[in-house]
């Protein structure tokens, strides 16, 4: 099988304060914190990694100021982790870590970390819906929407200078199994982990035409949690990115917000879910941004009431 998600992902920032503060409000879970550095966690076990002196072990930042070092990406078994290890090692360095990780760095200078995955179960399901003839909920009023607490990490977006971007993508379906599933000529390339069912585990976006980190998004049970996690995160002081939409691509609903660590995270749900049999799409001109995005003139036009 091969890679089947984010396993964790490491940021190069300058305050940590302010990033523990943000990804606490966000809904993970704290596991570690010293004065340099702190540790988050999702339900499903994946870690988010905050360091301050990230140190000579990662790979130079791709870009000025807070940002992503490095993704490391959960393989299901040893031996397929000692495959890739060789795969991705055919043409550069791939060094042993004391915890299991093999770390390398892909062709834009992002580091890439190989490790076996540490899956922690978790059901969640959408709060009931009802319609007509379709009724999920009797006699059950919804409860007030409780603290959101992100599933998990389900994709990862990273903007590329468009120089060279078959190479990038090529190091990640190559050597890493990754299957490109929309080619969006004009943008970039969405690909799916082989042991992922959602339509992208990644995005390599060349757009911008530089490196960075565009965004992380973390998967919520329903709609009501990506509003309420956004709601959230606006009362406590932080920044929206975007307005609450619905991708063309991969249809998961989203809310963005700015992130301290660099980039934007994402509360995404209900990503179309793909198996073998999607072919890859090859977009010559780049599809809509969103199927809807929220509108409104309440605050212009509208009388308040
Ligand atoms: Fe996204």
């Known amino acids: 099988m091969g890679i089947q998600r984010i396993e964790s992902v490491t940021y190069g920032i300058d305050d940590l304060g302010a990033c523990v503060r943000f990804f606490d409000a966000f809904g993970l879970f704290p596991v570690e914190k010293s004065d340099e550095h702190a540790v988050f966690e999702t339900l499903t076990g994946q870690t988010l990694h905050l360091d301050t002196e990230p140190g000579p072990r990662l790979p130079a930042p791709v870009e000025e100021g807070p940002t992503l070092r490095e993704v490391v990406w959960g393989v299901d078994t040893q031996e397929e982790l000692e495959r890739l290890v060789a ?11 004391a915890d299991g990780v093999h770390h390398t760095v892909d062709e ?4 890439v970390g190989l490790t076996v995955a540490r899956h922690k179960p978790v059901a969640a399901a959408p709060r009931p819906a009802n319609a007509p003839g379709a009724v999920s909920r009797w006699n059950t009023p919804l409860e007030p929407v ?3 607490r992100p599933l998990r990490m389900c994709h ?16 990640y379906t190559r050597r890493l199994g990754f299957r490109p599933t929309d080619v969006v000529e004009p943008m970039g390339v969405f690909m ?3 042991g992922d069912d959602d339509q992208h585990t990644m995005l390599l976006c060349h757009r911008p035409d530089k490196a960075g980190i565009n965004h992380i998004a973390y998967e919520v049970p329903g709609f009501d949690e ?20 619905r991708h063309t691509v991969g249809s998961n ?17 209900d990503m179309d879910r793909v198996d073998d049999s999607y072919e890859t799409r090859v977009h010559e001109t780049t ?10 003139n309440r605050d212009q036009d509208a009388p308040a009431f």
Do not use: S
């Open 87 to 97: 795969a991705a090692g055919k043409d550069r360095a791939v060094r042993a870590g």
């Open 108 to 111: 834009t200078g992002f580091g």
């Open 146 to 148: 409780p603290r959101v």
């Open 156 to 171: 990862v977006a990273l903007n590329i200078p468009r120089a060279g971007r078959e190479e990038a993508i090529a190091f």
């Open 192 to 194: 799916q982990a082989p």
């Open 226 to 245: 990506v509003i309420q996690g956004g709601n959230h995160m606006i009362e406590r002081g932080w920044r929206e990115a975007r307005r609450l939409g």
């Open 253 to 269: 609903v989203f809310r963005f917000l700015h992130a301290p660590c660099g980039g934007r995270v994402e509360y995404a749900a």
């Open 287 to 296: 599809p809509p941004h969103h199927i809807w995005a929220l509108r409104t």
